[in-house]
């Protein structure tokens, strides 16, 4: 699907100060980099680089006064790539030194000033001067906001947000329809996704984090129909509730002192006792019948939830059948405290989940990030492949671009065609990783072509109060 196909129109609201809007750049179908040679791939982004940033340049504040204090002005070069990165782990946590706290329901008409400097749009003041009075949660504040934008077709998701400071990332109809294109392509070229799949996924159906919304529209585009997709855990996982959960950031005063001595140990003690217990008990009832009719499954979430799920199995001595071309797929990374390691717990999915033939069905896992409209699968191998359409590397400490076929620095991307047109997705992370660019010397051994994430080289190197865990969702 490409991008002029799927694009919706939009009504973008100017006032009289607007500068006048550039060209969108030229598209391509996301698609067509797979087939494209390592010199054509490379012209193509480079050029829609540029492009986008002339376009960003031109109608996004933020990033005009981030770049343009760097020396870059409207026009980039090649050299000028490094300084075009943001980091991921600030730019949509901005808010909070914006506002002075990290809750921006107190202060909404800020709040909505600040979106709309990070947006490639020209937001009229009088829109945002509507948000006036203080919401009582966050899930409020970001539903007035979706409604006040509903013209632009506005979505607001969220990164787990487990420290207490959740990325709040927006999306419009096209940034979103791209996401669901490029999860859509790497869930059928990586794990063989087809629309006679039955996908169980170990995660609430009503929540704003990115990941698992965008999982589940994906998996409906690959032609599954809504009596095949299923959530396991029952209840919905608004990011307030996430927040308190967590135990890590409480408000002030009275209500803090509610959310830290009342609503903190009796949402843990529901999450262990009944909503656990309860999204092992709705996986099982749906992966019985599966086994049973032969369906092919997608069993997806996070280690933990899985891992709950095959100790069930494991302690009563009982494994899970499933069809051929089952795949267990894995996310969100791990709970700081939880007793075993990775390894050890796909070890134990290995164990509980098997093909008919009596082999341990695939477990392979989807490293992305809220504020990409993107994910690298795992390969047969355990190595993590980037789509074609994304120009990743690695950068130094001091932003450096680092040279040769495998490197190890922070994942930097730039995602010129499949990110949308509300912000630039050119982005440093917070995640240290080896990277193979996959020429001559460092081709996957799975044999797929291009860039790729080396297995259990991803490393999270932010501070501990800012890494987030869609684990404890």
Same mark, same amino acid.
């Given at each position: ?227 095949? $997709? ?159 359409? $994304? ?83």
């Amino acid at each position: 699907m490409s991008r002029g196909s799927t694009r919706s129109r939009l009504h973008i609201l100017r006032h009289h100060h607007a500068p006048a809007p550039v060209a969108r750049p030229h598209t391509r179908a996301l698609a067509d980099f797979w087939n494209m040679s390592s010199e054509e791939r490379w012209t193509s982004l480079l050029a829609g680089i540029l492009e986008r940033h002339t376009y960003h340049y031109q109608l996004n504040k933020a990033y005009r006064n981030t770049v343009a204090a760097r020396g870059v002005g409207s026009h980039a070069t090649p050299d000028d790539l490094p300084r075009l990165l943001r980091p991921t782990a600030q730019t949509f946590k901005s808010y909070i030194d914006a506002l002075g706290t990290p809750f921006p329901q107190d202060d909404p008409r800020g709040f909505v000033e600040w979106l709309a400097d990070q947006l490639s749009l020209d937001v009229s003041r009088e829109r945002w001067e509507r948000f006036r009075s203080p919401y009582r949660s966050l899930e409020k504040l970001l539903r007035a906001i979706e409604h006040e934008f509903r013209d632009l077709g506005l979505e607001m998701l969220t990164s787990s947000g487990t420290s207490g400071r959740a990325s709040i990332i927006p999306r419009d109809v096209t940034s979103t329809e791209l996401t669901v294109e490029s999860f859509y392509l790497a869930f059928q070229r990586y794990f063989g996704m087809r629309a006679d799949h039955r996908a169980i996924f170990m995660m609430p159906r009503h929540t704003r984090i990115a990941m698992a919304r965008m999982a589940r529209f994906s998996v409906e585009r690959v032609g599954l129909t809504p009596d095949r $997709v299923h959530f396991t855990i029952p209840f919905p996982a608004y990011p307030d509730q996430v927040r308190i959960r967590a135990g890590r950031t409480f408000r002030m005063g009275l209500r803090g002192a509610l959310e830290r001595f009342l609503w903190h140990p009796t949402m843990r003690f529901l999450q262990e006792k009944l909503v656990d217990p309860r999204a092992v008990e709705k996986a099982l009832t749906l992966l019985i019948p599966a086994a049973a009719h032969g369906e092919r499954v997608l069993l997806f979430g996070s280690l933990t939830h899985l891992h709950a799920l095959a100790l069930h199995l494991l302690d009563r001595g009982q494994r899970m059948r499933l069809a051929p071309g089952s795949l267990v797929g894995t996310g969100g990374g791990m709970k700081e405290t939880y007793p075993v390691g990775p390894e050890e717990i796909r070890r134990d999915l290995q164990e509980a989940f098997l093909s008919t033939d009596g082999s341990p069905l695939p477990v392979r896992d989807v490293y992305g990030m809220a504020e990409a409209n993107w994910a690298a699968m795992q390969c047969a191998e355990g190595n993590y492949h980037v789509p074609p359409w $994304v120009h990743v590397v690695t950068v130094d400490d001091d932003g450096r671009f680092l040279s040769g076929i495998r490197t190890t620095g922070l994942l930097a991307f730039f995602d010129p065609f499949g990110g949308g047109d509300l912000f630039p997705a050119f982005f440093r992370s917070a995640d240290r990783v080896t990277l193979l660019t996959g020429q001559e010397g460092s081709r996957c051994p799975c044999g797929e072509a291009g860039a790729y994430l080396e297995r259990a080289s991803i490393r999270r190197v932010d501070l501990v109060g800012e890494a987030g865990c869609a684990a404890q969702v």
